[in-house]
């Protein structure tokens, strides 16, 4: 069994900068894949970010490419989310979720067995 906390969210002007985190507790998580998602409201939720270290492989949806940067620390079981260039319609609440195995998509909701609880990330214009 796996937990996952989030943290991080918050209220940032446009053009700011957030880190968000997640931390697992229950088993190493460096043997899993690790996903960032985002539901914003009246909206269904999104894949963000994907990271699998087994692998080395990486993934970002093309909305985030080169604003948002996945990364993790494994003495800390934890991942990081760096979201720069923050722009309004980023403005969603964040879960992080973790897969013991992907089989055939980073990017699906379904992939993934465990989920935190959401931190909510609100980007002013």
């Known amino acids: 069994q796996v937990q996952l906390v989030e943290s991080g969210g918050g209220l940032v002007q446009a053009g700011g900068s957030l880190r968000l985190s997640c931390a697992a507790s229950?088993?190493?998580?460096?043997?899993?894949?690790m996903g960032w998602f985002r539901q914003a409201p009246g909206k269904e939720r999104e894949f963000v970010a994907a990271?699998?270290?087994?692998?080395?492989?990486?993934d970002y949806a093309d909305s985030v490419k080169g604003r948002f940067i996945i990364s993790g620390d494994n003495a800390k079981n934890t991942v990081y989310l760096q979201m720069n260039s923050l722009k309004p319609e980023d403005t969603a609440n964040y879960y992080c979720?973790?897969?013991?195995?992907?089989?055939?998509?980073?990017?699906?909701?379904?992939?993934?067995?465990?989920w935190g609880q959401g931190t909510q990330v609100t980007v002013s214009s």
């Open positions: 229950g088993r190493t998580f460096s043997n899993y894949a």
């Open positions: 979720a973790a897969a013991r195995r992907i089989y055939r998509d980073y990017e699906a909701e379904n992939e993934y067995d465990y």
């Open positions: 990271i699998n270290w087994r692998g080395g492989y990486i």
